[in-house]
């Protein structure tokens, strides 16, 4: 039984230690060589004396990448991954939210750093790649490893306008990766063509099925998927059988029909998660691939990645739902009514919220935030038993399985990435010019409308919030009003600001 996800990577690499782990377009790491490198940065973390402290890592996506991510979890230390190309703004919070011991990063980065007021140590890994490295040292370091440890922080947009970053530790990602290598029959035959940046959740079983089953995840780079039919040529190239990627990549794939003229891909296993999967879109994939096994997998970043699954069993009409289905193994899964009651019937809404080993401990540094969300078991009054509030409405359908309806807040899933409005609005709010705003949502487009007030060009207001968002919050549309909409209460009038900007919003 392994307890760390360093515990999967012993075993394996002594198992596997030939056979190739990981493939970016530089190169590819056998198991024992992963474990080598991962062993090498360890101990250049561990002579400097940090144990159980962050580890920020400026690195892209790639080999080099999984090799730090594995040499701060063999060096008893937490990392967290972030975007090089968000804006300084943006690097600079998360530095103060997370007080990094060290940073490793590589020289490609280094000028992007130095721009950033931190005074956290640094490494550079081409630096360390020749380091000699001892076994000990990290031995002794992990036995006061437990599985309860963090093993990262993932950053989330925050709806104050501060990242959240969600605390996972060692036994979430365990317990999640054993789940689904269980249920969908992973093993060294896997190959993963991986989609998701290497900071979002829907990367994890990319990154640590392997190293528990034997699997070869491709590292596909994030360009190459504004280019459908060079993501295709890297799935035949490299013989990949399963992909868990978000449903908008596999609607661009419908939408540009891709699949119609391109050599036919062993394809065993197409999971989605992270937004709603367009039915319409996954009976194209259907029709071509009609033997696949498909799931709808639904989770959040605080509850590791998936919490819920549903596995195609019967089909569906191009305008039904598909449901979010039941919980994953050693999960469990609760409706809450707005007045408090818990709901076990069918087609009554409620918030979904989770227990289980798959829970996040919590929010990095924000107690208040942590609060709100991981709550007691209103229905436990006995001893304390966490649950997360997810925040999203569900109910059951006759089947009994969780259908997924929509949020109770301002957050929105644009292109697969997890925004939260107000954190655009505290950056629109920040700049000089602007008296007062507010961000509503186009969900046909996939838009996001910035309506403001106040003495500032749209252009200029534009360039400044490029400044502080990551490119996917940038709105794509700015409306300038002379007067805010206020409601009753005084409060800034969502409701018809959406009415009046964004096409066919219903009457309330
Ligand atoms: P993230 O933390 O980026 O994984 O985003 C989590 C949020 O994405 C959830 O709270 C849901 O609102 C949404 N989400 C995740 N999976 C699904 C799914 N299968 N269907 C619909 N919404 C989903």
Redesign the pocket.
């Known amino acids: 039984m392994c307890r760390l996800v360093t515990d999967y990577l012993d075993k394996t690499a002594a198992r596997f230690p030939d056979k190739t782990a990981f493939i970016d377009s530089d190169r590819s790491i056998s198991f024992s060589e992963l474990r080598s490198e991962a062993i090498i940065i360890a101990n250049a973390i561990i002579a400097r004396g940090i144990f159980k402290r962050p580890v920020l890592l400026f690195m892209e996506k790639s080999v080099s990448l999984v090799s730090a991510f594995l040499g701060v979890a063999y060096s008893g230390n937490f990392y967290s991954p972030i975007d090089v190309t968000m804006p300084d703004d943006r690097i600079m919070k998360i530095f103060e939210i997370l007080d990094p011991a060290l940073v490793i990063t590589d020289k490609k980065h280094s000028d992007i750093l130095r721009s950033i007021d931190n005074d956290a140590d640094t490494i550079f890994i081409e630096d360390i790649r020749h380091a000699v490295s001892s076994e000990d040292t990290v031995t002794t370091n992990l036995s006061k490893v437990i599985d309860t440890d963090i093993l990262y922080v993932l950053f989330?947009s925050g709806s104050t306008g501060m990242p959240k970053g969600?605390i996972i530790d060692h036994r979430a990602v365990v317990d999640f990766i054993d789940w689904i290598s269980d249920c969908y029959d992973l093993s060294d035959r896997t190959v993963f063509a991986n989609q998701a940046q290497l900071y979002?959740?829907?990367s994890i079983q990319d990154v640590y099925a392997p190293l528990k089953t034997g699997a070869t995840t491709v590292l596909i780079p994030n360009r190459l998927y504004a280019s459908p039919l060079r993501v295709w040529r890297e799935i035949i190239k490299h013989r990949v059988n399963t992909i868990v990627w978000i449903?908008s990549m596999l609607s661009l794939f419908a939408n540009l029909d891709i699949l119609r003229n391109v050599e036919k891909a062993p394809l065993r296993t197409v999971l989605?998660?992270?937004?709603?999967?367009p039915t319409k879109h996954l009976n194209y994939w259907i029709d071509y691939y009609p033997d696949v096994t498909y799931a709808?997998?639904?989770?959040?970043?605080?509850c590791t990645?998936?919490c819920?699954y549903y596995t195609l069993d019967r089909h569906f009409d191009d305008d039904d739902v598909?449901p979010?289905g039941k919980p994953c193994r050693n999960t469990d899964s609760i409706i809450i009514s707005e007045d408090g009651d818990l709901i076990s019937t069918p087609h009554s809404e409620g918030e979904?919220c989770i227990r289980g080993t798959c829970l996040s401990s919590g929010y990095y540094g924000d107690p208040d935030s942590t609060r709100r969300s991981f709550v007691q078991n209103p229905f436990n009054k006995n001893y304390p038993e966490i649950i997360y509030r997810?925040?999203?409405i569900v109910c059951y359908n006759d089947h009994m399985e969780l259908i997924?309806i929509?949020?109770k807040d301002f957050?929105i899933?644009k292109h697969?990435?997890?925004v939260e409005l107000g954190e655009i609005e505290a950056a629109a709010s920040s700049v000089d010019g602007v008296t007062n705003c507010c961000c509503i949502f186009d969900p046909a487009g996939e838009k996001i409308i910035l309506v403001y007030t106040g003495d500032i060009s749209e252009d200029d207001l534009n360039a400044a919030i490029c400044t502080k968002v990551q490119e996917y919050m940038i709105p794509s549309e700015y409306i300038h009003r002379q007067q805010m909409l206020y409601n009753d209460n005084g409060k800034i009038d969502r409701i018809s600001l959406t009415r009046e900007y964004v096409n066919n919003t219903p009457e309330k």
């Open positions: 989330t969600v979002f959740d829907l449903p989605f998660c992270g937004e709603v999967m709808n997998l639904y989770g959040p970043t605080e990645e998936a819920t598909l979010i979904l997810t925040g999203d997924y929509g949020r957050q899933k697969g990435y997890r």
